[in-house]
C-alpha cells in the first residue's frame, strides 16, 4: 500500500472527514475522542453555528483546552447549560439532535454495531462497555456518522451481538422497526470514507485518501464492500486545517498524538 500523504497522519484525515460531516446550523450529539476534534474543527471552520451537545448533558461549551472525555470537568468552561445524560438523551427522544458520532467494536454491512460482547453473552472473551447513549444515537438522531479504524475483526460479516441498529436487515427495515432517525451516513476510517449504496443500503467506498487503492481498503474490511463507477479521491487536510489541529485544538496530542 501506498503510503498515506506524507506528513499527515492517519487521524488527522479521520478528524477533518469527520468535520466535513457537520452542517452549519446542526445540533450534534459529542462523544468523547475524534468527535470533539473533529466539531472543534467544524466550528472554528464551516460551521461556527452548530450547537454542541455531550452526553454528560454540557451543551455549546467553550473549552480552553481539549477535554480528556465528556465528563472532564475543562469542557464546561463556557457552556449555557450544564443538564445531565438524562436531558442529553431527552434531545435525542425528542427529535432535537441532527447529527451524532458513535464508535464500535464491531460494525457490519448494513451499519450495524456492537459495543456489548465479543463471544458468548453469557461466558464472553471479552465484555464490552454495551450501549451508553450510542442505540439512543442511531434510532433517534436525524443521521449519524461512524469512526472505526479499518480492520477484519472490527469490520465484520456478521456481529456476535447487536448494540445499536444501523440498516438492521436491509431496505425498509429500521422504518419497520419504527426508528425515526435516517441512519447512518458514513464511515470514517483511517484509510477511506465509506458510505453506504442508496438501493442496498450497504457499506460501499466514497472517497479514498491519496496514495490509498480500494484494494487495500478491501484487504482490511471481512465482507465486500461497494464500489461506485466514480470513486473520489478524499482532498487533503489544508494548511488551515492542520495548524488548526496541530496548534488549536489539540495541541498536546490528547486524541491526535503527540
Known sequence: MADIKPGIQ????????????IRNGDVAFIGTGLPMVAA????????????LVFESGIVDPQPRELASGVGD?????????????????????????????LGTAEIDAYGNLNSTVIGDYRKPKVRLPGS???????SMAGRFVVIARLDKRRFVQKLQYTTTPGYLDGPGAREAAGLPGAGPV?????????????SSLRMRIDALYPGVSAD???????????VPDTL???????????????????????????
Open 216 to 226: 487495500d481498503v478491501q484487504s482490511r474490511c471481512g465482507f465486500e464492500l461497494g
Open 10 to 21: 492517519p487521524d488527522e484525515y479521520m478528524a477533518v472527514a469527520a468535520a466535513r460531516e
Open 73 to 101: 470537568y475543562r469542557l464546561v468552561h463556557g457552556a449555557p447549560m450544564i443538564a445531565g445524560t438524562s436531558y442529553a438523551l431527552s434531545l435525542l427522544q425528542g427529535g432535537v439532535i441532527d447529527l451524532g458520532f
Open 40 to 51: 472543534y474543527l467544524a466550528k472554528a471552520t464551516h460551521a461556527p453555528d452548530v450547537k
Open 232 to 258: 473520489e479521491t478524499f482532498t487533503a487536510p489544508t494548511d488551515e486545517q492542520l495548524r488548526l489541529l496541530r496548534h488549536v485544538i489539540d495541541p498536546d496530542g490528547v486524541y491526535l498524538g503527540a
Open 132 to 138: 451508553g447513549g450510542a442505540n439512543d444515537i442511531a
Open 186 to 198: 458514513r464511515v470514517i476510517t483511517d484509510l477511506a470514507v465509506l458510505g453506504f449504496d442508496p
